[in-house]
C-alpha cells in the first residue's frame, strides 16, 4: 500500500470522527436544550438568567448587555448560582460549549434551558464591548 492511500484513509477517518462528534452535539443540543432564534433570545431576555459560557477574557473583551460569566471550565463549581425556577439563557461563541453546559446543568436538575442559535458571532444587539486604547 503506498503512502497516499495510508494519508487518504487517515484523512478520511479523521472527517469521519469530526462528523461523529457535530452528530453527538446536535443529538445532546436537542435533549438538554431548546434552541432559540436571536428574536426570541431578546423577547425572553428580561425574564430569564443569561449566560455566557466562553472563559473570562472572552467574556471581558465583549459580551451581550446583561449576561453574566459563567465560564464553561468552572460551571460545575458555580452553577449552584443559578435558580432552577427561572429560564436559562446560553450563548459562547457559535453553540458548541453551550450544548456541553446545557447537557451538564441539564444533569444537574435545570430544566428550561435555551441556546443562542449562532451564539456570540451572528448576535447584532447590544453588547458591552472592553474599550481598546
Avoid at 51 to 60: C, G, K, L, S, T
Wanted: aromatic share 10%; glycine share 6%.
Amino acid at each position: 500500500m503506498s503512502i497516499w492511500w495510508k494519508i487518504n484513509i487517515v484523512l478520511i477517518s479523521l472527517i469521519a470522527l469530526y462528523a461523529l462528534y457535530e452528530l453527538y452535539v446536535r443529538i445532546m443540543m436537542k435533549r438538554s436544550a431548546k434552541v432559540i432564534s436571536q428574536e426570541e433570545f431578546q423577547a425572553g431576555m428580561r425574564k430569564a438568567q443569561i449566560i455566557d459560557v466562553r472563559e473570562r477574557d472572552e467574556f471581558n473583551a465583549k459580551h451581550i448587555l446583561g449576561a453574566r460569566s459563567f465560564p464553561y471550565s468552572m460551571l460545575k463549581e458555580s452553577m449552584g448560582s443559578l435558580r432552577k425556577d427561572q429560564p436559562i439563557y446560553i450563548y459562547d461563541q457559535n453553540k458548541t460549549i453551550s450544548a456541553r453546559a446545557a447537557n451538564l446543568l441539564r444533569k444537574n436538575g435545570y430544566q428550561n434551558l435555551f441556546i443562542l442559535k449562532g451564539g456570540m458571532q451572528d448576535w447584532t444587539g447590544k453588547i458591552k464591548q472592553k474599550k481598546v486604547d
